[in-house]
């Protein structure tokens, strides 16, 4: 394949940093404990825990609990309201970033110190330039002056990520940090087309924001086009750093590449379109594991078979793995566990013999990074030197393998996002592989599926599930036509495909037959939108695989353009 040799060598890049780490896993585990305690051992939060004064990992591991964002949330509203930093930690606190909570459903403050930053920032370089999707939200400020923004728009006014910024991605700095989304979308794609043959790879946070991104090309790309031939910028771009910005770049007429562009996007499919309009990308870059893997088809028809690459495991209280193959399939994408970022320990959870997370097994003690067992699924428990201790991070992994002393885990889900309506517990994991199953038979059609979420529905008895599809043909973005018959095949498949406590309620008549809600093409950009509009970041934003809010639940209902149910009956 193209490009794999140039993707092999960028990603060897480092090696002898890895290697060291990796060899090492467990010494470094043990002083990055020590590290921890050492420093924020007299802190009103850890003290408490240490009462002779002896702060060594067995009395941590005997004494400090494992926690939820519920239990140390006072601590940091006392720090956001003006208390000081060292009732929870040793070192300042730079700021806040901000979790927006759609994928777990509640929004939450991590403290990040300067040192608990750079730790994170472990990344291998990369050659070439990128067409990189970033966006900014406006920052908040606490009552004690520390502000609060979600990871990217603080990370994006960092050194690291300008002197980075500068080297490889094309997007000034200006179209990142403008505030209005549209406006930084519009310009963002702007300048990847001007320097199209300058792009190598295309990339952002998670594969939500590249879907979002084709939406608006693919709504955009007249506008786009008349901006190149003319010359001129559009006149509801009025951003002043944005209309800087591009009249460094759009600096005359090009009107053979707004034909080339043209011819491009005016085919009636949009198969490869990525490829066509960047002919020289080697690799789409971006997280396609856990809910975001309902969008790996959907890049792949758009990028015409060019490789998806998931980088890494970061997230707000910490920097997790990064993936060392690179090209392998994206539903099969490992991450090796860097040992130095965090304390990791993990607790064990519980499967059926189909592979269903049952519950996290409270009563086990937590295992450390080094006595992970191959096959066996965990959640992750994070202690950081920035005042995260025995922290659930809400992920379940799956251990997959090891480099050298370093485990690999798979991605597997959040814990606690479930369909339930009696004693059923119906995961992300679950539904996933239910809606991939039943997908199947509407690719003879031509038909895609773009985007899928929904909710347990209690509102008659006996309850059920409620599934919500966008839909599109190959060929075009026209609505398909719904064949009921279909559908309704659609529906059974998803219900087979889950558990046996699902299928034995439903046959005793506890839970009524599942209802499948299409939508119209954009409802799901309404409900991204809706999302953003709370405070969720476009750059961070990971679509709800169960929906909990009444008013997103209501935006998806208000774009229902067929509704389709299981049988009665389960045989």
Not at 35 to 56: H, K
Request: charged share 25%; hydrophobic share 35%.
């Amino acid at each position: 394949m193209a490009g794999e040799s140039e993707i092999k060598e960028t990603y060897e890049n480092g090696t002898k940093i890895l290697e060291d780490l990796t060899n090492n896993a467990h010494e470094l585990q043990e002083q990055m404990l020590e590290e921890i305690l050492r420093r924020n051992a007299g802190t009103q939060y850890l003290s408490r825990f240490f009462p002779s004064g002896q702060a060594d990992k067995q009395n941590f591991k005997t004494n400090v609990p494992i926690v939820t964002y519920e239990d140390i949330k006072p601590y940091i509203d006392r720090i956001a309201n003006g208390e000081t930093s060292s009732i929870l930690l040793a070192d300042p606190i730079n700021q806040f970033l901000r979790r927006s909570g759609t994928s777990g459903g509640q929004q939450k403050l991590i403290p990040i110190t300067t040192e608990s930053f750079e730790k994170g920032c472990f990344s291998v370089s990369d050659e070439g330039k990128s067409l990189s999707l970033y966006f900014s939200k406006p920052d908040m400020e606490t009552p004690s002056g520390l502000v609060a923004s979600p990871y990217m728009t603080f990370y994006s006014k960092t050194n690291i990520f300008k002197t980075r910024l500068a080297k490889f991605c094309l997007s000034p700095i200006e179209t990142i940090l403008c505030l209005d989304n549209k406006q930084s979308m519009f310009c963002q794609l702007l300048t990847g087309l001007l320097q199209r043959d300058k792009v190598v790879w295309f990339a952002s946070n998670f594969a939500s924001v590249l879907a979002r991104t084709i939406k608006f090309l693919e709504d955009y790309w007249r506008e786009l086009c008349c901006n190149i031939r003319t010359g001129y910028l559009s006149d509801w771009i009025i951003d002043p750093g944005c209309k800087n910005a591009m009249s460094l770049i759009l600096t005359r007429p090009n009107p053979e590449l707004a034909d080339l562009i043209q011819q491009i996007c005016e085919d009636q499919s949009w198969e490869g379109v990525i490829k066509k309009l960047w002919p020289k990308i080697k690799y789409i870059r971006s997280v396609c594991t856990g809910s975001m893997s309902q969008y790996i088809p959907l890049l792949e028809f758009y990028g015409g078979g060019i490789p998806l690459v998931s980088p890494s495991y970061v997230s707000s209280e910490a920097c997790f793995g990064i993936n060392l193959k690179p090209l392998s399939n994206p539903f099969d994408v490992s991450y090796t566990f860097l040992p130095n970022t965090a304390y990791f320990e993990f607790l064990r959870v519980n499967k059926d013999g189909g592979g269903k997370a049952q519950e996290t097994r409270t009563i086990d003690k937590p295992v450390d990074l080094a006595n992970v067992k191959l096959g066996q699924y965990y959640e992750v428990v994070v202690t950081t030197l920035a005042g995260l201790y025995r922290y659930r991070v809400g992920d379940v992994l799956k251990v997959t393998g090891f480099y050298n002393k370093s485990p690999q885990f798979q991605f597997v889900e959040r814990q606690n996002v479930v369909l339930s309506i009696d004693a059923d517990k119906t995961t992300e994991e679950d539904l996933l592989k239910a809606i991939t199953n039943a997908k199947l038979i509407l690719e003879p059609f031509g038909i895609m599926l773009t985007a899928y979420s929904s909710y347990s529905d209690t509102s008659s008895t006996p309850g059920r599930y409620v599934l919500f599809w966008e839909l599109k043909m190959k060929d075009s973005n026209d609505l398909p036509k719904l064949d009921v018959k279909i559908m309704e095949q659609c529906c059974c498949i998803v219900e087979e495909s889950f558990d046996f406590t699902y299928k034995s309620l439903r046959k005793g008549g506890a839970i009524s037959g599942l209802e499948l809600r299409v939508v119209k093409r954009g409802s799901f950009d309404e409900l991204m939108d809706f999302y953003i509009s709370k405070g969720a970041s476009i750059s961070q934003y990971k679509p709800p695989c169960c929906l909990k809010s009444e008013e997103a639940i209501k935006i998806l209902n208000s774009g229902m353009v067929g509704k389709f149910f299981g049988p009665k009956t389960m045989s």
